[in-house]
Nanobody, 119 residues
């Protein structure tokens, strides 16, 4: 059994910062891509940022220069540092990962963590 558990969400004022974490646990051989998505009320889930096992990153245009994705392969953990937060960043943030185990690759989602940006 593999689980992705997010943490670090909360309420923050505009201009503030938060750091999200997502830890993978269970029977894991390797993890390739790890990504953060978000879904605001009434909107579709969108990709925020992604990082490969080698450290290559990509970002949505709306967060470039403000958010930074990183990972600790030894801890099977991905992070999202969010700075200069705006009210439009308010959403449930989900972690996603491609995980190999038992000779197969599977895609997993976390349960989500709420981020609210409001004064």
């Amino acid at each position: 059994q593999v689980q992705l558990v997010e943490s670090g969400g909360g309420l923050v004022q505009p201009g503030g910062s938060l750091r999200l974490s997502c830890a993978a646990s269970g029977r894991i051989f390797s993890i390739s891509a790890m990504e953060w998505y978000r879904q605001a009320p009434g909107k579709q889930r969108e990709l925020v940022a992604g990082i490969t096992s080698g450290g290559s990153t990509n970002y949505a245009d709306s967060v470039k220069g403000r958010f930074t994705i990183s990972r600790d392969n030894a801890k099977n953990t991905v992070y999202l540092q969010m700075n200069s937060l705006k009210p439009e960043d308010t959403a449930v943030y989900y972690c996603n990962a491609d995980i190999s185990r038992d000779g197969w690759s599977y895609n997993y989602w976390g349960q989500g963590t709420q981020v609210t940006v409001s004064s």
